[in-house]
């Protein structure tokens, strides 16, 4: 079992490193006042001699050859050494050297003090001497003398060994302090700990107490001193933690909240892009199961655009991309990433814009769609008129062809128009829809009777199979629009002599109506769409038969706006039904 040092082992271990730590930090701000000090005296005091040996040189006429004994003369009295160097960095003179060793010494020019004195005036530098490997002040000045056209540095130097003596006594004294200040401490922290460490053995078990059995009762300590404030302390402290988890238990669930009531889908993930929170938005949009914490991006959503978004994302660059989900069906999402403040993590926000790209589809397609559909006739309208214009006009047979063409591409813009107007008022929700139960049978009839001429025209037969007692929940007028347009459409584009029935049968609680014809047909591709605005299954067929493509578009939002539904779906030989479900069977007693 691993021993446990007690509060007196503890205070004489603190009592000995407080006394150790004071006595090292006092010795090392003494020894470096000493050290400059020291230095700084030093430093003056070879300034003077500096000047002084600058003064006698530039006053010295005895040439060059007298450099090395001027410098053995000055050198002794100040105790110092003295070296002269040139402009070019050869040594003239040093008091350390004579004869061949000066010789033979190496150029100072490159020395840092000589190379300060000759920029600045003056250089000081404190480094060990190459020439004497030892730790050395140095103090240079510039001098000329103009006589003789020489020109150098003076440099009086001085070793450092009475610095570091000094430094040394007073390490020496710092110890014996120490060791006095470590028996004092040892004599203090037994008296102290015996006292100390009873009061603090039961403060520390009321405090496990409280830990293990959370127990909110207050710690009590008779005393008035610290262990006294200590205990109020922790009181304090076990209070203010109490406080702060319940807030923070409060502001966790307030952010959950906030998260999973969110429409847009949140991811958060740190800097391994390991996944640390996701919301159930962003579960539904990404098609996940369950959140799992710690698993990677790549683990989990396998989308190389959005895992390059957060790797900018991570590299402190916020960014936005679109990109397309591998749901079933696919969603279109718009994701931006957002680094943290610290770059520990990035978050990124998920907005669904499926709908929004479909709707900029459907308006582009049908800005492109309206203006294909009215060139045509203001075409036509336009070179009939200019036809008109350049002499046609003064020829009765062919003008009268020319002006009923205009009338018809004219009726055929006002239907376009109509046709506009009608589907946008239906959409923006003006179109007023007034449901109630209403029998088919003789709404059928006025559409039958009013297409009756078109299809004896063409030898056609339409049929009515409609059960008199048969109502639906709709409105009437919207209710024929719907059956018009689907009435009208099997009889334009059926071929002459075919057949067309109108049936209205009950499916439980609704009411289902069918438009039979027995034409061309609809292929499979074409069905899906087929009640898009503008979309035509033969383009040249619709224009021959004067159609302004947005005949079904209408007749599904009206039956949507009834809540009901409509389709198409092949006849048997051929042919197709259109069929529309509305709801109620019988009208209620």
């Not at 006394?19 to 006042?33: D, H, I, S, T």
């Not at 996701?278 to 190389?304: C, K, Q, V």
């Not at 049929?463 to 929940?473: G, M, N």
């Amino acid at each position: 079992m691993p021993l446990r040092m007690g509060v007196r082992g503890k205070l004489f271990l603190v009592s000995v490193a407080l006394v150790l730590a004071v006595v090292f930090l006092a010795g090392l701000y003494l020894e470096g006042q000493l050290v400059e000090w020291a230095q700084g005296r030093a430093e003056v005091e070879l300034q003077g001699h500096a000047r002084l040996v600058r003064v006698l040189l530039e006053h010295q006429q005895d040439g060059d050859d007298d450099l090395d004994a001027l410098a053995d003369r000055v050198a002794a009295p100040i105790d110092a050494r003295v070296t002269i160097i040139g402009a070019d960095g050869r040594v003239l003179g040093d008091s350390e050297f004579a004869g061949a060793g000066l010789r033979g010494l190496e150029p100072h020019g490159d020395r840092p003090e000589v190379i300060s004195a000759l920029r600045d005036g003056q250089g000081v530098a404190r480094r060990t001497s190459a020439s004497l490997t030892t730790e050395m002040l140095y103090v240079a000045l510039p001098f000329k003398r103009p006589d003789e056209g020489l020109e150098g540095v003076v440099r009086v130097a001085r070793p450092l060994r009475e610095v570091d003596a000094a430094v040394r006594r007073l390490w020496l004294a710092f110890a014996v302090a120490g060791v006095f200040a470590i028996g004092g401490a040892v004599l203090l922290s037994a008296l102290a700990s015996h006292y100390l460490s009873r009061t603090l053995r039961g403060l520390v078990q009321d405090a496990r107490r409280m830990v293990e059995t959370g127990d909110k009762s207050k710690l009590l300590v008779g005393s008035h001193d610290e262990i006294g404030g200590l205990a109020g302390s922790l009181n304090r402290m076990a209070d203010e933690l109490e406080g702060a988890v319940a807030t923070l238990s409060v502001e966790r669930t307030r952010f959950e909240a906030v998260l999973e009531s969110m429409d847009e889908g949140v991811l958060a993930l740190n800097q391994h892009q390991q996944l640390t929170m996701i919301n159930r938005a962003a579960l539904g949009l990404l098609s996940l199961s369950t959140e799992h914490d710690g698993d990677t991006l790549a683990e989990r959503i396998p989308i190389p655009t959005l895992h390059e978004l957060v790797v900018h994302a991570l590299a402190g660059q916020p960014e936005r991309r679109e990109f397309e989900t591998l749901t079933t069906p696919p969603r279109q999402i718009l994701a931006s990433a957002s680094p943290l403040r610290n770059l520990q993590g990035a978050v990124v926000v998920l907005h669904d814009v499926t709908e929004i790209r479909r709707l900029e589809r459907i308006r582009r397609d049908f800005v492109a769609n309206v203006s294909h559909e009215l060139r045509t006739p203001v075409s036509i309208i336009r070179l009939n008129a200019e036809t008109l214009l350049d002499g046609a006009l003064e020829r009765p047979d062919v003008a009268r062809k020319f002006l009923e063409a205009q009338m018809r591409n004219a009726d055929r813009l006002a239907a376009l128009v109509s046709d506009l107007l009608e589907i946008s008022r239906i959409e923006a929700g003006t179109y007023e829809i007034h449901c109630d139960f209403i029998r088919v049978a003789p709404i059928v009839e006025r559409i039958v009777d009013s297409v009756q001429q078109i299809a004896d025209e063409k030898h056609m037969t339409v049929r009515c199979e409609v059960p008199p007692d048969i109502s639906a929940w709709a409105d009437a007028e919207a209710l024929e629009h719907v059956l018009l347009n689907l009435v009208d459409n099997a009889v334009k584009y059926t071929p002459p002599e075919g057949k067309i029935a109108v049936r209205v049968r009950a499916e439980g609680e609704r009411v289902r109506i069918e438009v039979e014809d027995n034409g061309p047909g609809i292929e499979p591709r074409h069905r899906a769409r087929i009640f898009e605005r503008f979309y035509r299954v033969d383009k040249g067929r619709s224009r021959e038969v004067g159609g302004t493509g947005l005949g079904l578009a209408i007749v599904k939002h009206l039956a949507e706006a009834m809540d009901g539904s409509v389709g198409v779906e092949p006849a048997t030989p051929h042919g197709s039904i259109f069929w529309v479900l509305l709801g109620g069977a019988a009208e209620p007693e």
